[in-house]
């Protein structure tokens, strides 16, 4: 080997280990001989250039846990992730149209319902990167609000989040600075119904529909109300789809999927005393989601009895030695052997078949230990 290719095979490996995009090689993601558990299309799904393996790992998560029950469903990721571009669009835009005497418009309603829901407005487009990142709790808020769709209603997908969020930035910008200095009510409905419009053109679209009478009013005052309108006949809570013969919407169809889970969130931090709850500091959890804070190898012994009883775990790590912030999830779906006989975890990542064992790969119990940011938990 050259120095020169040396040299550029160094470079390829640092900025691998920089990203959650693909994972640097270590011998801790060496895979053994064990077999997919799931079988299917699981290890295929592949989150390509975006950061959003959060979503990837808790929905890998939820379809395990279907599997126990007898469903096969596969669920599209494309959906909650269109669904956080959209929502953090239509807060740069409410953010930069804001004025001080707009206590009772249109603005004002979506920014209070937006407060309801996660406390404040919370991580709008920058225009810095990062839009598609976030933690496992704020998955399952995404999944409460907007509720979840099959994957074969995918029409179309994100591949590059950041080069979406610089065009959903740009376009925020343009309908914000087109309004006047004190817009009326029906110029900033007319506003948001024309940047909903564009953003249908720009995120994935799925074959669901809506009826023509829903309304931009409708989807924010829906029984399961969200904090920002949806797009069009892509989402709200009016949008249906048929899965086995079955009329859902997207929120129906989520809490059929996730019937009565209940989900339990840990971190192991020095900083705070144990067994209290604790907003986790790391850049990623920007509506300050509570852990409960134990010692690691508590959590470590809670995750393997609930793989025992077949349960998968959501897991956050960093690649970075106790780094103490997460930089890639995966779901951890059974218990294996290293190729040294050890116990070791078996994990289901998001980088496509071609990684690892058709998608999986095993975990040592050591570099879990020293390398678990949070988890998260089905309630035995």
Same mark, same amino acid.
């Given at each position: +080997?050259?120095?020169?290719?040396?040299?550029?095979?160094?470079?390829?490996?640092?900025?691998?280990?920089?990203?959650?995009?693909?994972?640097?090689?270590? =011998?801790? $993601?060496?895979?053994?001989?064990?077999?997919?558990?799931?079988?299917?299309?699981?290890?295929?799904?592949? /989150?390509?250039?975006?950061?959003?393996? !959060?979503?990837?790992?808790?929905?890998?998560?939820?379809?395990?846990?279907?599997?126990?029950?007898?469903?096969?469903?596969?669920?599209? #990721?494309?959906?909650?992730?269109? #669904?956080?571009?959209? =929502?953090?669009?239509? /807060?740069?835009?409410?953010?930069?149209?804001?004025?001080?005497?707009?206590?009772?418009?249109?603005?004002?309603?979506?920014?209070? @319902? %937006?407060?309801?829901?996660?406390?404040?407005?919370?991580?709008?487009?920058?225009g810095l990167g990062g839009a598609s990142?976030?933690?496992?709790?704020?998955?399952?808020?995404?999944?409460?609000?907007?509720?979840? %769709?099959?994957?074969?209603?995918? #029409?179309?997908?994100?591949?590059?989040?950041? %080069?979406?969020?610089?065009?959903?930035?740009?376009?925020?910008?343009?309908?914000?600075?087109?309004?006047?200095?004190?817009?009326?009510? $029906?110029?900033?409905?007319?506003?948001?119904?024309?940047?909903?419009?564009?953003?249908?053109?720009?995120?994935?679209?799925?074959?669901?529909?809506?009826?023509?009478?829903?309304?931009?009013?409708?989807?924010?005052?829906?029984?399961i109300s969200s904090p920002l309108p949806?797009?069009?006949?892509?989402?709200?809570?009016?949008?249906?789809?048929?899965?086995?013969? +079955?009329?859902?919407?997207?929120? /129906?169809? $989520?809490?059929?999927?996730?019937?009565? /889970?209940?989900?339990?969130?840990?971190?192991?931090?020095?900083?705070?005393?144990?067994?209290?709850?604790?907003?986790?500091?790391?850049?990623?959890? #920007?509506?300050?989601?509570?852990?409960?804070?134990?010692?690691?190898? =508590?959590?470590?012994?809670?995750?393997?009895? @609930?793989?025992?009883?077949?349960?998968?775990?959501? !897991?956050?790590?960093?690649?970075?030695?106790?780094?103490?912030?997460?930089?890639h999830a995966m779901a951890i779906v059974?218990?294996?052997?290293?190729?040294?006989?050890?116990?070791?975890?078996?994990?289901?990542?998001?980088?496509?078949?071609?990684?690892?064992?058709?998608?999986?790969?095993?975990? @040592?119990?050591?570099?879990?230990?020293?390398?678990?940011?949070? %988890?998260?938990?089905?309630?035995?």
């Amino acid at each position: +080997m050259t120095k020169r290719v040396f040299f550029l095979w160094v470079v390829v490996s640092g900025l691998l280990l920089t990203s959650c995009n693909r994972p640097a090689g270590n =011998e801790e $993601a060496v895979v053994s001989n064990s077999s997919s558990p799931l079988g299917g299309l699981e290890g295929a799904y592949d /989150q390509c250039h975006t950061e959003a393996c !959060w979503i990837y790992a808790m929905l890998a998560c939820i379809e395990h846990e279907a599997k126990l029950s007898g469903d096969s469903v596969l669920l599209s #990721r494309q959906w909650l992730l269109s #669904r956080l571009m959209e =929502e953090q669009t239509i /807060q740069r835009f409410i953010i930069k149209t804001q004025t001080s005497n707009d206590n009772n418009g249109l603005l004002h309603t979506f920014t209070k @319902s %937006v407060d309801e829901h996660v406390g404040r407005l919370c991580s709008p487009l920058g225009g810095l990167g990062g839009a598609s990142r976030g933690v496992g709790p704020d998955a399952l808020r995404l999944i409460n609000t907007y509720g979840l %769709v099959p994957y074969q209603h995918e #029409r179309s997908r994100i591949n590059n989040s950041r %080069v979406l969020e610089r065009k959903l930035c740009l376009l925020a910008d343009r309908h914000a600075a087109s309004m006047p200095s004190h817009p009326t009510d $029906a110029r900033k409905q007319q506003a948001l119904l024309e940047l909903k419009k564009q953003l249908k053109e720009l995120l994935p679209r799925f074959t669901i529909s809506t009826p023509l009478h829903s309304t931009i009013t409708e989807a924010a005052s829906s029984h399961i109300s969200s904090p920002l309108p949806s797009t069009g006949g892509d989402g709200g809570g009016s949008s249906s789809f048929y899965y086995l013969s +079955m009329r859902y919407t997207p929120l /129906q169809f $989520a809490e059929s999927v996730m019937y009565c /889970q209940q989900w339990q969130w840990y971190a192991s931090s020095p900083y705070h005393p144990y067994n209290t709850m604790f907003a986790l500091e790391v850049p990623d959890n #920007r509506r300050y989601h509570q852990y409960l804070n134990l010692p690691m190898k =508590e959590i470590e012994a809670r995750v393997i009895a @609930s793989l025992e009883d077949g349960h998968a775990v959501y !897991w956050e790590m960093s690649r970075r030695r106790d780094a103490g912030a997460s930089d890639h999830a995966m779901a951890i779906v059974g218990l294996t052997r290293d190729k040294k006989g050890r116990l070791a975890f078996l994990c289901l990542n998001s980088y496509g078949k071609k990684w690892g064992h058709n998608g999986y790969c095993t975990v @040592s119990l050591s570099y879990f230990r020293h390398h678990t940011c949070n %988890v998260g938990i089905i309630a035995l």
